[in-house]
């Protein structure tokens, strides 16, 4: 079973739809759970980090995380044609230990 | 805002070649990492580097691969003998170890011919 699993998608959704991106993971030591965005050939942007369980919002965008079922959301409400990219999901044990990545979901909004 | 910035952002080299990727991470970072990623593929650890040291690395960084930080700003990963596996967009990227996540750069891209 792989560590950190993520469908790769691709998702295409109109402007303005909820988008739902999801992650599963294996790991039960995972502490942190971050969302990265990235575009094409470009380094990954931090979105979003939550410690343990629960959520965290960031205007459009809202984070999950349910640590009893190992498995993390990343929700964008009013979705936009900027939105297009792909969103890797990452953990981490501890602080400063490296992030383990999944295989990232490729988003297109459409106009 | 404070970024990573790495250079150069493209590089072409022949196979069995030396290269030096070059980082300088956010000022007041304290851990400081190297992530590969091949084309179409998941972000990859390579190795993470605390205290002038490296604190942890994985599989994929052996003997051929090496960090340094010769300065209080630069951080650099070098590739001793490069193979055409090698090829790979090189991420730095650093955290202030509180859990927030790591900011990373542009990243290298790594051709080897």
């Known amino acids: 079973q792989k560590e950190v699993e993520q469908d790769p998608g691709p998702l295409s959704v109109p402007e303005g739809a909820i988008v739902s991106l999801n992650c599963t993971y294996s790991?039960?030591?995972?502490?942190?759970f971050m969302w990265y965005r990235q575009y094409s050939r470009k380094g990954p942007e931090l979105l979003m980090y939550?410690?343990?369980?629960g959520n965290k919002e960031d205007g459009r965008f809202t984070a999950q995380v349910d640590k009893s079922s190992k498995y993390i959301s990343l929700f964008i409400r009013d979705s936009q044609p900027s939105d297009s990219a792909t969103y890797l999901c990452?953990?981490?044990?501890?602080?400063?230990?490296?992030?383990?990545f999944g295989k990232g979901t490729r988003l297109s909004v459409i106009a | 805002e404070p970024e990573v910035t790495q250079t150069p952002s493209h590089q072409v080299t022949q196979m069995g070649q030396e290269v030096i990727l070059r980082c300088v991470p956010i000022?007041?970072?304290?851990?400081f990492y190297w992530y590969r990623q091949i084309l179409g593929q998941k972000v990859e650890f390579l190795v993470s580097?605390?205290?002038?040291?490296?604190?942890?690395k994985s599989e994929i960084f052996d003997d051929q691969f090496s960090v340094e930080r010769p300065d209080g700003s630069n951080f650099t990963l070098k590739i001793r003998s490069t193979k055409l596996e090698d090829s790979a967009m090189y991420f730095c990227?650093?955290?202030?170890?509180?859990?927030?996540?790591?900011?990373f750069g542009q990243g290298t891209r790594l051709t080897v011919v």
């Open positions: 939550t410690y343990s369980s």
């Open positions: 990452a953990m981490r044990v501890s602080g400063n230990t490296p992030l383990v």
């Open positions: 000022s007041n970072h304290l851990y």
């Open positions: 790991n039960s030591a995972f502490q942190y």
């Open positions: 580097f605390y205290n002038n040291e490296i604190s942890e």
């Open positions: 990227a650093s955290s202030g170890g509180t859990g927030d996540g790591a900011f």
